[in-house]
């Protein structure tokens, strides 16, 4: 099949390889302009156009594409029966809907209509879903909200983190296009609409959705670290310092301390760091880091701060 692929971050590589290799002819990788990266904002190219290459596929960059004559020149010269676009990180415009006569096709990476947005993985996993999977759907004007082609489940384990759940979607998500795109081919599938009434969003993250609200439970608290890796993470202040968690686990009911202290309070116990969360339960930290300062153990940590009885974590 004559393809176009639009695509960016790591999470699109499995599908742009799998369709290479099953012999499509991808036309053109789009894909977005190199950023600068770092402290010395070296312009850096994305993982899609590093892999285009190497595939022997042409890339393009475009700033942007809802105006831009030259690219959608490009785009109908090449005449493709299908866009694939796997987090492309930009709105694909109704010229582009209306180009290729089997749509543009969009590999998300939750249970449609669950989590529509730019992060279904991190809030799956922070909201402590058990499950989640990928979806393909032909991509309409709205946000994530185009009828469904394939679903396929995926558990999320009680301590998984979205950072590893990401990988594993992208492989998963890279065979169920596959088998889209054969469906398509043949004629034998056919899209059904999204359940509206059932959708929930996935807003992009922020740095605030990191900060730590004590007054949830411990494994709310744990549940939102894990969604948040690798970024935006976990912190709080201690003596109007940030303090990064960058470690933490449930507390294990033998081993914390009384649950009549407020959210937030500090309890130590051999070495141990314990903060109390709401529903009388408590965190465990086990890696942290002073603003300023290295990450450390919390018993390092420990050894070089003195805690003073009852002191809190909180904003």
């Given at each position: 099949m004559k393809l176009v692929f639009c695509g960016t971050p790591r999470f699109a590589l499995p599908t742009?390889?799998?369709?290479?290799?099953?012999?499509?002819?991808?036309?053109?990788?789009?894909?977005?302009?190199?950023?600068?990266?770092?402290?010395?904002?070296?312009?850096?190219?994305?993982?899609?156009?590093?892999?285009?290459?190497?595939?022997?596929i042409p890339v393009a960059q475009p700033e942007k594409i809802k105006t831009n004559p030259e690219f959608e020149a490009r785009l109908r010269a090449?005449?493709?029966?299908?866009?694939?676009v796997v987090a492309y990180g930009r709105i694909v415009p109704s010229w582009m809907l209306d180009l290729p006569p089997l749509g543009n096709l969009n590999l998300h990476a939750s249970l449609l209509p669950k989590y529509r947005g730019a992060a279904p993985i991190q809030w799956a996993v922070a909201n402590g879903e058990t499950i989640t999977g990928a979806t393909t759907i032909r991509i309409d004007q709205g946000l994530d909200t185009g009828p469904i082609l394939l679903a396929e489940a995926l558990?999320?384990?009680?301590?998984?983190?979205?950072?590893?759940?990401?990988?594993?979607?992208?492989?998963?998500g890279a065979g169920l296009m596959l088998e889209t795109l054969r469906g398509l081919e043949h004629g034998s599938l056919h899209a059904r609409p999204q359940d509206d009434s059932?959708?929930?969003?996935?807003?992009?993250?922020?740095?605030?959705?990191?900060?730590i609200d004590f007054s949830r439970?411990?494994?709310?608290?744990?549940?939102?670290?894990?969604?948040?890796?690798?970024?935006?993470g976990a912190y709080t202040?201690?003596?109007?310092?940030?303090?990064?968690?960058?470690?933490?686990?449930?507390?294990?009911?033998?081993?914390?301390?009384?649950?009549?202290?407020?959210?937030?309070?500090?309890?130590?116990?051999?070495?141990?760091?314990?903060v109390a969360t709401g529903q009388a339960s408590w965190i465990e930290a086990l890696e942290v880091q002073l603003e300023?300062?290295?990450?450390?153990?919390?018993?390092?940590?420990?050894?070089?701060?003195?805690?003073?009885?009852?002191?809190r974590l909180g904003s």
């Open positions: 742009l390889e799998r369709l290479a290799k099953a012999g499509h002819a991808i036309e053109l990788a789009v894909t977005q302009p190199d950023r600068p990266i770092g402290r010395s904002h070296l312009l850096t190219p994305s993982p899609v156009k590093l892999l285009a290459r190497q595939l022997g090449i005449q493709p029966e299908a866009i694939v558990p999320i384990g009680p301590h998984q983190t979205a950072e590893e759940i990401a990988p594993l979607l992208a492989e998963r059932a959708a929930t969003l996935a807003p992009i993250l922020t740095r605030e959705d990191a900060h439970s411990a494994q709310q608290i744990y549940n939102r670290w894990r969604g948040f890796q690798p970024w935006p202040f201690l003596r109007a310092r940030k303090l990064t968690i960058h470690r933490m686990r449930p507390a294990l009911r033998a081993s914390i301390p009384p649950s009549d202290a407020p959210s937030g309070a500090i309890a130590v116990d051999q070495g141990r760091l314990f300023g300062r290295k990450k450390l153990s919390a018993r390092d940590f420990l050894q070089g701060v003195s805690l003073a009885p009852g002191e």
